[in-house]
C-alpha cells in the first residue's frame, strides 16, 4: 500500500513561483508512474502533468506547458512540480497521483493510488 502526502501549496500572487512535492511510502516508488492533477472549485478534477516511473518521458496539459515543469527523484522518493508564471486560474487543490501499468495523462477509474491533496491560491 503506497502512501501519497502532498506538500508545498499555498498563497502567491499572479506572475510568482511555486514547488509542490510528492513524497511516497509504503511502496516501491520507483516502479509507478506519476502525474499531477487540480480540481478548482465547482469543476472536475484535470490532468496537469506526468512522469514515467524512469522520468525519461514528461507530459504536459496545454494549459500549462511552458510554465510547469514535473520531476521526480526515485531516491528519495519524491516527485515536484516546479509552477512558474503562476496565474489565478491556476487556482486548486493539486494532487499526485501514482498508477503501475498506467501514464496518469488523464483522470483514470481505478488509478492506482492519491494524495490528499494541496491547495494553490493565486491572487491577481
Known amino acids: 500500500q503506497v502512501q501519497l502526502v502532498e506538500s508545498g501549496g499555498g498563497l502567491v500572487q499572479a506572475g510568482g513561483s511555486l514547488r509542490l512535492s510528492c513524497a511516497a511510502s509504503g511502496g516501491t516508488f520507483s516502479v509507478y508512474h506519476m502525474g499531477w492533477f487540480r480540481q478548482a472549485p465547482g469543476k472536475e478534477r484535470e490532468f496537469v502533468a506526468a512522469?514515467?516511473?524512469?522520468?525519461?518521458?514528461?507530459y504536459y496539459a496545454d494549459s500549462v506547458k511552458g510554465r510547469f515543469t514535473i520531476s521526480r527523484d526515485n531516491a528519495k522518493n519524491t516527485m515536484y512540480l516546479q509552477m512558474n508564471s503562476l496565474k489565478p486560474e491556476d487556482t486548486a487543490v493539486y494532487y499526485c497521483?501514482?498508477?503501475?501499468?498506467?501514464?496518469?495523462?488523464?483522470?483514470?477509474?481505478?488509478?492506482?493510488?492519491w494524495g490528499k491533496g494541496t491547495l494553490v491560491t493565486v491572487s491577481s
Open positions: 497521483a501514482a498508477d503501475r501499468l498506467r501514464i496518469p495523462t488523464m483522470n483514470f477509474d481505478g488509478m492506482d493510488y
Open positions: 512522469i514515467t516511473w524512469s522520468g525519461i518521458m514528461t
